[in-house]
């Protein structure tokens, strides 16, 4: 149940942007449905996977790239060198 079928309410505003908002889902879920929650298959989470995967290798060598040539601009004392 939501919290503005509940009624639960600090204030009028927030209970109308609640209602609002309960408005908006409704649409959106009429607009655009929802898959069911079975076409999450076994194979579709192990491309998830895999890709994510994939994207972690392939970006954490420039991450730590960054890192590193921010830590080389720092001076001794602390402060940021701008060149």
């Known amino acids: 149940m939501s919290a503005s079928a ?22 959106a879920d009429r607009l655009l449905p929802r898959p069911a929650p079975a076409a999450n298959t076994a194979a579709e989470r192990a491309l998830d996977l895999a890709l994510g995967t994939a994207l972690l290798l392939l970006t954490a060598p420039a991450v730590a790239v960054a890192a590193l040539a921010l830590t080389l601009r720092r001076t001794p004392g602390g402060a940021w060198d701008r060149r």
Not at 11 to 19: E, F, K, P, Q, V
């Open 6 to 27: 509940k009624g639960d309410f600090p204030s009028r505003t927030a209970a109308h942007l609640a209602g609002l908002t309960d408005r908006a889902g409704r649409l």
